[in-house]
């Protein structure tokens, strides 16, 4: 029998884990697989863990690994890839905003064969503020021009895949992840299906404008160097400029004998440099810091505690 893998990244979930379990279990109790829940404990405050050492005591299909501190969804999402059994793997919110009710449809558009994985987007972005749907729309355009990671407008993180591209992705190695861009950027045939878009059942969101902002600039920065050549540009465009610039000056002073006027202007321009000069810096120091990040390979996350004996806990 084949074998489907739900991977929840859980962090301060204590609310929304047990409506979650019960749902998806209703879900995966109907189809003709096995199954195995993997819940992620990314170091919660709450009763996350407490909670998830109750459910692996009541039921078998429960796996659960708990991360020594808060390491981020993405290395969440990781763990679960590496401990994954499944024929078939997705990831899941805990709070319900990825419904188990499309899992039937997706495993039926699977097994026919012709796609490796069905990933969900939400056609509508209900319920969230103007201005964050405006950036979002922005971010999408922007990445897709200038990187080679196909990300898609709405696109969650919940599609199920065939194991061969849970391989692929666990060949990108890289410590500064951003799976939105790494799903893009693996390929393979991925059929698309909209929903509406769900609010959680319980507990926060765990982003706000800035985070979101941050992870938006991440995203960029891993996939894409055009922000580097930026400062080349910047560059050629000046000198081009400032040669015109002094050809007029010099045909002024020639013809009208016009003496030097205006210090303001002349320190306008200069701070304008400097500022240029100094975001290009700024640039090129983000991809810096990555840089510095990867060649500590430090590991992607620490398992303090789990129900399963044959895993690395330190990756
Ligand atoms: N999450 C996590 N670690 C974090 C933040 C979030 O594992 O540091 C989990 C969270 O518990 C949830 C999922 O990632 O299951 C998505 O988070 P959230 O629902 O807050 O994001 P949203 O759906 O609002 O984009
Ligand atoms: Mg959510």
């Known amino acids: 029998m084949k074998k489907i893998t739900i991977i929840i990244p859980c962090y301060n979930e204590q609310e929304s884990i047990p409506i979650f379990y019960t749902e998806s279990t209703q879900v995966l109790k109907a189809l003709n697989y ?98 964050r749907s405006w950036f979002a729309r922005k971010f999408y355009q922007l990445i897709n021009k200038i990187s080679e990671a196909d990300i898609v407008d709405g696109a969650r993180d919940f599609r199920l895949m065939k194991k061969e591209m849970v391989q692929a992705i666990l060949a990108m190695n890289e410590y500064n992840r951003f799976s ?12 698309w ?20 902002f941050k992870y938006a600039v991440d995203g960029i920065i891993n996939f894409s160097q055009t922000p580097l050549s930026i400062a080349s540009w910047f560059g050629i465009s000046m000198t081009f400029f400032s040669f015109v610039a002094l050809l007029v000056i010099i045909a002024r002073r020639l013809v009208f004998g016009d003496p030097v006027v205006g210090w303001a ?9 400097g500022g240029l000069q100094l975001f290009c810096l700024g640039i090129m ?20 505690e789990t129900n399963k004996s044959d895993i690395d806990v330190i990756h």
């Not at 299906?193 to 979101?212: D, H």
């Not at 120091?285 to 398992?303: D, F, L, N, S």
């Open 34 to 131: 096995d199954y195995e829940l993997i819940f992620v404990n990314d170091g919660s405050k709450d009763q996350t863990l407490i909670t998830l050492r109750q459910l692996s005591a009541e039921d078998p299909h429960v796996v659960y690994l708990s991360f020594s501190r808060n390491f981020g969804k993405e290395s969440a999402m990781l763990a679960g890839f590496h401990t994954a059994t499944g024929d078939f793997v997705t990831i899941m919110d805990a709070d319900l905003q990825d419904p188990p009710s499309l899992l039937p449809e997706m495993l039926k558009i699977l097994e026919k064969g012709e796609y490796d994985s069905v990933a969900t987007r939400r056609f509508s972005r209900e319920g969230e503020p103007v201005i």
């Open 285 to 304: 120091g983000q991809y810096i810091a990555k840089i510095y990040m990867e060649a500590k390979h430090r590991p992607h996350y620490i398992i303090s």
């Open 265 to 273: 202007s002349t320190v306008c321009i200069m701070i304008f440099i």
């Open 193 to 212: 299906l909209s929903y509406k878009n769900v609010e959680r059942v319980a507990g926060e969101t765990k982003w706000n404008f800035w985070k979101l």
């Open 180 to 191: 939105k861009g790494i799903f893009g950027w693996i390929g393979f045939r991925t059929y």
